[in-house]
């Protein structure tokens, strides 16, 4: 999970391009450039200081007006990066961009590490999971209409059937024939899982995202789809027998759920693996753990939030439960 590279997509209004690259310039520094070509995307470019471009272009999909449409695209991405990602999302916040219903997140995870195996398993636990996923993330019905559907029941069949042994094999069941050039604005692409772009652009695409500025909600949403894509990677083997969606239990079984994903557990052990040799001697627990598992349990807070009943009791508490 925190070797793979990834890059994040992040639309909002309400506030011109070049006042947000200004915002974006002072947490990464460099030079700010105005592209302006193509016209339709009217980009700024913010070249950091360590030589990466951070890109602010114009999305028609935005319900504001093309002057004050800003969608924030960074440049590759390592794990230790995500906390100046979250001081880039706060400057915009204070610069005065906004979010609303017509913005959304992507986040774009590197596709050299997946074979077709990886993206099999990758299709399987999605299609498993699912509905608890939806729910979870609070993906609205017209959302889930358009912008990011769901796994695509033929394309899963193909899957199932055909077991893929190869990327052009998994690119014919994706499209229906061997696509050997990708366009950006391929009509498949728009799958809360889109694999179309790990043949146009050389990442797999996660489209589940509401936008927002929240820099802990970024975090949580990036930390997921890394586990999510480091679990398919690594597994020899998934299911994709559809779970049914308890809203009584749902809580509960999204947290199972990231535990099977290491969320979890692998924080706080690699966590504990950073302890010092004389910690015994002031703490019982390092400092560096007590800060991980704060880092897990605050992505937990926010994957969970929209999900009812307990996170901890799947039928509830032991003493509230209703007598015999």
Known sequence: MRTLRFGIEIETIGQTRERVAQAIQQVVGGTIHHV?????????????????????????SLSAPKHLQAEVVSPILHYEDIAELQEVVRAVRRAGGRTDQSAGIHVHVEAA?????????????????????EHALGISA?????????????????????????????????????????????????????????????????????????????????????????????????????????????????????????????????????????????????VSSLRSEAVVKTARLHLMANLNGSAAWKNGRPENRPAA
């Open 36 to 60: 302006g070509t193509p016209f339709c995307y009217d980009p700024w470019h913010v070249t950091d200081a360590r030589g990466r471009t951070w890109k602010v272009m114009a999305d028609s």
């Open 113 to 133: 590490r997946f074979d077709a195996k990886a993206l099999r398993n990758l299709v399987k636990i999605v299609n498993k999971q699912e509905r608890l996923i």
């Open 142 to 286: 017209a959302r889930r209409a358009r912008w990011c559907r769901g796994i695509d029941q033929a394309f899963l069949d193909k899957i199932e059937k055909q077991r893929p042994s190869s990327l052009d094999d998994i690119n014919r069941a994706w499209y229906g024939y061997h696509n050997t050039r990708p366009v950006h604005y391929d009509s498949s692409r728009y799958h809360g899982v889109n694999l179309h772009n790990v043949w146009f652009r050389g990442t797999v695409e996660y489209r589940w995202f509401d936008s927002t500025l929240h820099a802990g909600k970024v975090k949580a949403y990036i930390q997921f789809v890394l586990a999510l894509s480091a679990k398919a990677i690594r597994a020899r083997a998934s299911s994709s027998k559809r779970r049914d969606f308890n809203p009584d239990t749902a809580k509960y079984d999204f947290r199972v759920f990231l535990l099977h994903l290491g969320l979890i557990g692998d924080e706080l052990r690699a966590a504990s693996r950073s302890r010092p040799p004389d910690s015994h001697l002031r703490c019982s627990r390092p």
